[in-house]
């Protein structure tokens, strides 16, 4: 369980975006967040929420589906990166691990991994190093890495999308909804890993996840997103004992547990917005 805080240096700075899709729909509505290095930070909410929007606003893919940002700034250690290219940005340090994972399918396991790679000038030497590293936080990719990636089990693609990722020798890490589809065993075991990724190595993450619970178990600080606007944060502790939270994303209140569909919307919204 982490509750510890990590260094109180910002990162990565989100002021008031707001996003439209198509020039008229608008799906985030002033998201404010910050990021410390050496944190996890948790971006939670319901399907819809706009949780995947704000990562790839702060990535910038927003471009290729017909988004933008028309208000507010992100920046990176200081320096707005709203209208970067994304290669800069990961040259900068950050990258995303997209919902749904992404593999090249026809491509081994290894060879995914060795994507990750591809813009890095540090030599070989460095690079079979953070493979090997790759290889011992996901022993299973090793006894996999010949494999072709798209005959692989979910866990397994989920665990070669974030190892791509790491071979790109990254700052910070976006980590998009990756208990997505796996098995609660699973789910926890890439919690897991994350925790030891934070904790041993330094990476800073920022992951949106519907699974709050689990999500709140690890992170050190959350914030809790409902129709493009941010309703509560709070470090992870804080949050996990709220009433609110208890009730209508833990699934549990001081009568005991309740289903969130058996609460009606108009009271979350009044209790959370007025």
Not at 38 to 63: C, D, E, F, P, V
Not at 105 to 130: Q, S
Not at 250 to 264: A, H, I, N, P, T
Request: aromatic share 6%; glycine share 10%.
């Amino acid at each position: 369980m982490l509750d510890a805080a990590p260094t109180k240096e910002t990162v990565l700075e989100v002021n008031n975006i707001e996003v439209i899709y198509n020039h008229v729909i608008l799906v985030l509505k002033g998201v404010s967040l910050s990021v410390p290095k050496g944190g996890i930070t948790a971006l939670l909410g319901g399907n819809g929420a706009g949780k995947t929007t704000t990562l790839k606003a702060i990535s910038n893919l927003l471009h290729s589906e017909r988004g933008e940002v028309t208000k507010g700034s992100i920046e990176y250690r200081g320096e707005s990166v709203q209208n970067s290219d994304p290669a800069h940005l990961v040259q900068k340090g950050v990258i995303q691990v997209m919902e749904g994972r992404h593999c090249f399918e026809h491509l081994t396991v290894e060879e995914n991994l060795m994507t990750g790679a591809y813009t890095r000038k540090d030599g070989k030497g460095a690079i079979e190093a953070d493979l090997e590293m790759v290889y011992n936080y996901f022993p299973r990719l090793k006894e996999r890495r010949k494999s072709q990636a798209g005959y692989t089990s979910g866990g397994e693609q989920q665990m070669t999308a974030i190892g791509r990722a790491l071979m790109s020798k990254p700052e910070t890490i976006l980590l998009d909804e990756p208990s997505m589809g796996l098995a609660p065993q699973l789910v926890e075991q890439i919690f897991e890993i994350v925790r030891s990724l934070n904790e041993e190595q330094g990476y800073t993450f920022l992951l949106a996840e519907q699974n709050t619970n689990v999500a709140l178990r690890y992170a050190h600080y959350g914030y809790i997103l409902e129709s493009g606007r941010i309703v509560m944060d709070g470090p992870a502790a804080e949050l996990r004992e709220n009433p609110d939270v208890k009730e209508f994303y833990l699934g549990m209140s001081d009568e005991g547990r309740k289903s969130f569909r058996d609460v009606r919307s108009y009271r979350r919204r009044k209790r959370w917005l007025a």
